[in-house]
């Protein structure tokens, strides 16, 4: 029997993303707002198979770490957004509840968390347009957005008739709430060619219309039928063989 499946993310994003590419060897993934290589990672479970793609983190921190933990990886320390310049970005310690001044200083939800290290940093913005049309291949397999509010400017910043990544997973919730958040920006998304087929509690996932084989994959929940195991229970499985192991030799 296989062993079962590693889930890195923090909601099985990836368990799904995997069944819909089963037995794919090799992918593209762009990954916007990355925040970790390891902890909560939707594309960790990908890169250790295989695939490849962008990171784009605009921290110092988290994208240093994607340079030593994804060397194979395109790692980008910007900011996405419809207007490149320069902007502030507003980081809540080490939290990954971080997020461009001008969007999170809209959401009330972030009063939630003044007790995180806050500071205030400026960062390069630049359109996703220009990053695929730089970066990316002619396939992209799936992109990620995961922007604390600023997921509109992401989506505004994407030229969608070149850019057809095959399904396009958001974060759809405020920061830390279950409010919805997905009505400021799903209709560009429709609008894009792009159809909604799940909503996990935390993300929407979308396919493209021109692919309709994807749907039935995408619009159900991460289950028992994926055979998996999140990363945590690995974590602690191993570290009870070790104890036991120890027990074992007295």
């Known amino acids: 029997m296989p062993e079962p499946m590693i889930s890195y993310a923090q909601n099985a994003e990836d368990v799904i993303l995997n069944r819909v590419f089963a037995g794919q060897r090799t992918g593209f993934y762009i990954d916007v707002g990355a925040w970790d290589p390891d902890i909560d990672s939707v594309t960790k479970h990908f890169y250790l198979s295989g695939w490849r793609g962008i990171n784009i983190e605009p921290t110092d921190l988290y994208h240093a ?43 009330t939800s972030f009063n939630a968390i003044s007790d995180f290290n806050t500071r205030q940093i400026e960062v390069e913005v630049t359109p996703l347009s220009e990053i695929t049309s730089r970066y990316a291949p002619p396939d992209v397999d799936f992109l990620k957005i995961d922007v604390e509010g600023g997921e509109r400017g992401v989506i505004e910043s994407a030229e969608w008739r070149a850019f057809r990544p095959r399904v396009v997973i958001v974060e759809s919730v405020k920061p830390i709430t279950n ?46 039928l994926d055979s998996y195991v999140t990363a945590a229970f690995k974590r602690l499985q191993e570290r009870c063989h070790e104890l036991e192991s120890k027990i074992g030799r007295g």
């Open 65 to 107: 770490r994607l340079i030593e933990r994804r060397p194979a990886d395109i790692n980008l320390k910007v900011a996405i957004g419809p207007h490149p310049g320069r902007a502030r970005f507003v980081q809540h310690g080490d939290s990954g509840l971080s997020g461009l001044a001008e969007t999170t200083e809209r959401l």
């Open 179 to 224: 409010q919805p958040a997905w009505f400021d920006w799903e209709g560009l998304l429709l609008d894009a060619g792009y159809c909604f087929a799940l909503f996990d509690g935390l993300n929407r996932y979308y396919y493209r219309a021109e692919e309709p084989t994807l749907r039935p994959l995408l619009s159900v929940p991460a289950n028992i």
